[in-house]
């Protein structure tokens, strides 16, 4: 029989599976559910219910309801081996959270096989819609949790983050203050990872300290709820939330209802699901301290795996569990792609343009250097967006703006990483522009190490097959080291690797220091 392994990831905009292989090492099959496409009738725009407040971004729990009935269907009229399935997990969107009422956890065990999901799963719900991460309306219960636990920093070191708007205590603690009636009917507290792998085992899952990490509830330091964290955001709070495990937790066997209703076997197990970027660090094959990616995407992300627990006394990254059972960091700067393009378009170029650009200027660029706001930026904080050109930098002068846009941003990386304490061993780069390789080259530069391209698409359903694989064989007495585990899936583009000029090393020290002097002023 083979090892087959299933991983959902219920993303923003869709929700996806694969299957792999653990004797072959492949990915035996694919699917996806796009919402938009798929769901329309929940009026969504791009997975999201939108209102007239900006801030204010809700999706409908029972669509994810739906879209797990759908592609489980869908796959098995497909044909995916479900039946060899041995064990699944999951990945969810981090920080959104699902309110359910009393009759959740009956009405999750004694779902009948030959009825729609959606239908038997209607009345759980004690807020119809879920607040997701994209949600930035609860600046006012940010500040009224730091005040409760000492300050952004203490809020840190406490729990792994500052509080952010889109986390869960402040969404929670919004909630409880806007809608108190409908706050107090709310029985059971899920995150979507935690809500998603509720319907398959059929009771109230736990949250795994992954995805736990992200709501400013968690002790970081224990990965056990905070009891002052809970009070900060609500005196009873602990009651309605599930118990915090080990990303390995095995909740159960599927819930025999849905493995005849898609043909599971009955002994096919269920684990703890996890948030998209904890999935995601061994979904890239970041299994060892010090590996980290650099996702340049529409915002660029930096994360990797953390050796201790430390937390970033600036309060600007997050700290989250690994599924390795190490910690994870992660880091968002929003002006990343946005960033590059509107650079690349205000000279008019095309990216090969940029990318020769980018090899007809040296590293350091003569001094010449820029602060990319061109939106308000996450890290640093800058709420009032602005390009500032310094070092004699003249906007007439097209390949030094563009090599100092992506300076910028690579020294902006490696400035704001330091606190993690060790620096990259290797970068695996991923996302859009991972495809240009002179971007590459500079951050390689910058950041003294090698770096690869990582093309592993979808790394969080990846991840959370791979999950599922190792809690399978954990459960069963049968260890496998992730370094095994991994080979053969997330191994970076074949030639891919960029080595540093190292004679560029000493000009960014010294550049870097001009630049943080600059950023700080
Ligand atoms: P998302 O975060 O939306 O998933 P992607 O990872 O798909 O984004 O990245 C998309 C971005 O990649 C585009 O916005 C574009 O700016 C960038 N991109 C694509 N090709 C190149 C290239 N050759 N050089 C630099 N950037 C590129
Ligand atoms: C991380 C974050 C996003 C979501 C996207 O803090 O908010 O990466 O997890 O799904």
Not at 81 to 90: F, N, Q
Not at 133 to 146: G, H
Not at 294 to 307: C, E, P
Not at 424 to 450: E, H, K, W
């Amino acid at each position: 029989m083979p090892s087959l392994f299933l991983g959902l990831d219920s993303s923003t905009q869709s929700l996806s599976a694969l299957i792999i292989d653990l004797d072959s090492h492949q990915i035996v099959h694919n699917a996806a559910v796009n919402f938009d496409d798929a769901l329309p009738h929940y009026k969504i725009q791009n997975g999201a219910l939108r209102t007239d407040d900006p801030q204010v971004v809700h999706s409908p729990p029972l669509m994810w309801v739906e879209a797990l009935d759908l592609l489980l269907q869908k796959m098995k009229n497909d044909g995916a081996p479900l039946s060899d399935v041995k064990a699944i997990s999951g990945s969810g969107q981090q920080h959104g959270s699902v309110y359910l009422n009393e009759s959740a956890p009956a009405a999750l065990a004694n779902l009948v096989p030959d009825r729609p999901l959606a239908d038997q799963l209607r009345g759980i719900f004690s807020r119809e819609t879920a607040p997701i991460w994209m949600d930035s309306s609860t600046s006012a219960e940010c500040e009224e949790i730091e005040a409760a636990l000492g300050g952004k920093a203490a809020t840190a070191e406490a729990t792994g983050s500052a509080a952010f708007e889109r986390f869960t205590g402040p969404q929670i603690r919004k909630f409880a203050k806007s809608e108190p009636e409908a706050f107090a009917q709310t029985a059971h507290i899920a995150l979507i990872s935690s809500f998603m792998a509720s319907i398959l085992s059929g009771r109230i899952a736990p949250i795994d300290s992954g995805d736990g990490a992200g709501m400013n509830l968690m002790n970081i330091h224990t990965k056990t709820w905070h009891p002052a964290a809970l009070d900060a955001v609500f005196p009873t709070l602990g009651k309605k939330l599930p118990k915090c495990s080990n990303p390995w937790k095995i909740i159960g066997p599927i819930l025999p209802t849905l493995g005849k209703r898609f043909g599971f076997a009955p002994d096919t197990l269920c684990t703890a699901w996890s948030g998209d970027n904890p999935n995601s660090v061994v979904g890239l094959g970041l299994i060892e301290p010090g590996m980290t990616a650099i996702s340049l995407g529409t915002s660029d992300t930096f994360f990797g795996t953390l050796r201790d627990c430390q937390t970033d006394p600036n309060a600007e990254g997050h700290v989250f569990g690994s599924p390795t059972g190490d910690y994870m960091s992660l880091i968002c700067f929003k002006n990343g792609s946005l960033a590059r393009e509107k650079v690349k378009d205000q000279y008019g170029l095309d990216w090969d343009e940029f990318s020769a650009a980018l090899d007809s200027t040296p590293p350091g660029n003569h001094g010449k250097m820029m602060l990319p706001y061109f939106e308000p930026e996450i890290v640093p904080r800058v709420l009032e967006p602005g390009v500032h050109r310094f070092g004699g930098l003249d906007e007439n002068d097209a390949p030094a703006n563009c090599r100092a846009v992506v300076e910028a941003q690579m020294m902006s990386m490696r400035i704001h990483s330091q606190w993690m304490g060790e620096p990259p061993t290797q970068i695996y780069a991923t996302g859009g522009a991972s495809a240009n390789s002179q971007i590459l080259q500079i951050m390689a530069d910058v950041f003294q190490c090698s770096v690869y391209r990582q093309e592993t698409p979808n790394s969080a359903a990846l991840g959370a097959a791979l999950r599922a694989a190792h809690a399978w064989h954990l459960h069963n007495d049968d260890e496998i080291p992730w370094a095994d585990l991994v080979c053969g899936f997330t191994d970076p583009q074949k030639n891919s690797r960029i080595d540093p000029n190292l004679a560029a090393g000493p000009v960014y020290d010294k550049l870097c220091a001009k630049y943080q002097a600059k950023e700080c002023s």
